[in-house]
């Protein structure tokens, strides 16, 4: 089990930001998750990765692809206090859900 959480890079988040939007993405998207997988993966170290996207369709078409696999997923926008625009997409969680299942919506992209 694992959970992929991919943020966008064209945005210019400033590290403290980026922190809290992967962290908002992956509550999300584990609420989302069923209550057996949310177990496994609790239980078993809570596996997370950080990836990147480049734009915001980027992430909505993953969002899309996570939607057809059946897998657990959440799109984060930003409220607009500090450094970003209200609204504005920040990142996507994809999982928690078996790690072929994440791989195969979030398989081809790179390291945040």
């Known amino acids: ?9 064209d945005i210019g988040m400033g590290e403290g930001k ?3 939007q992967v962290a908002h993405a992956s509550l999300q998207a584990y609420e989302e998750a069923a ?20 734009s915001e369709s980027d992430l909505f078409e993953l969002a899309d692809t996570a939607r057809v696999e059946g897998v657990p ?9 500090t450094q970003l625009e209200p609204g504005t997409v920040t990142a996507l969680a994809v999982g928690p859900a078996p790690e072929d299942a994440v791989d195969t919506v979030t398989g081809d992209l790179q390291l945040y």
């Open 18 to 20: 980026l922190a809290a």
């Open 35 to 54: 209550p057996p997988d949310q177990r496994e993966w609790k239980g078993g170290g809570q596996k997370k990765v950080v990836l990147q996207a480049n």
């Open 1 to 9: 089990m694992k959970q992929v959480i991919v943020a966008r890079a």
């Open 73 to 81: 997923n959440a799109i984060i926008r930003d409220a607009g206090h």
